[in-house]
């Protein structure tokens, strides 16, 4: 297959071609991706220039790996199936939502991998992180589950079902960090635009 760009109902298909809608991470994909849209819109109004549709599909396919993998390694896992598929480009939510904005070093000396995973998770990601990069990291932190809640709860899910741990604790200030970020762009808090979605769906 060549390099080409998924529409959102075809990403939709491949998700649906992967795993059971009735799988939870399935869902989560789901409420992932309508919060990238939400948030991704009103950067939009602002002047705040990215591909909303592409966003969307990378959220909407972050989790993916899942297909192959609950373990750590899901997101590169993801990765490595879309750009297999030729949607390198999609695959990068896969690559963003798991290295949350970490440095290669970060990585590099994570203890749940080889130290070489970096390389070729840094050379697949590039250089540059963007907005729309903070904005489907901080849908992914602003989705427990199925449902869309506060990041704090988010966070504090993770920890009670996994154990604290270095890995997590970084995510966590990375993801208030990008939703500051987010904040600044916006003109107002991020959290005012996503408390109307936290529970209601």
Do not use: N
């Not at 990215?50 to 990378?58: G, I, Y």
């Not at 972050?62 to 297909?67: A, V, Y």
């Not at 589950?145 to 970084?170: C, E, F, N």
């Amino acid at each position: 297959m060549t390099d080409s760009r998924l529409s959102l109902h075809e990403a939709r298909c491949l998700l649906l071609d992967r795993a059971s809608p009735t799988e939870a991470w399935v869902e989560h994909c789901h409420q992932v991706a309508k919060v990238a849209h939400h948030v991704g819109a009103a950067l939009q109004q602002t002047g705040a220039e990215f591909d909303l549709e592409l966003l969307e599909v990378r959220a909407l396919l972050h989790d993916i790996g899942r297909s192959k993998t609950h373990g750590a390694l899901h997101g590169w896992s993801g990765y490595c199936l879309l750009k297999g598929e030729g949607f390198a480009a999609e695959g990068r939510g896969c690559l963003t939502h798991w290295l949350k904005g970490r440095s290669h070093t970060e990585v590099a000396e994570s203890d749940l991998w080889e130290p070489s995973l970096a390389d070729r998770a840094f050379e697949a990601l590039g250089p540059h992180w963007d907005l729309a990069d903070s904005v489907l990291s901080v849908a992914d932190s602003s989705v427990q589950h199925t449902t869309i809640v506060p990041m704090a709860a988010r966070h504090l899910d993770l920890d009670q079902r996994y154990g604290k741990s270095p890995w997590l604790t970084r995510a966590a200030e990375l993801a208030e960090s990008q939703a500051a970020e987010i904040s600044d762009a916006l003109g107002f808090p991020l959290d005012d635009l996503l408390a109307p979605l936290y529970r209601a769906s």
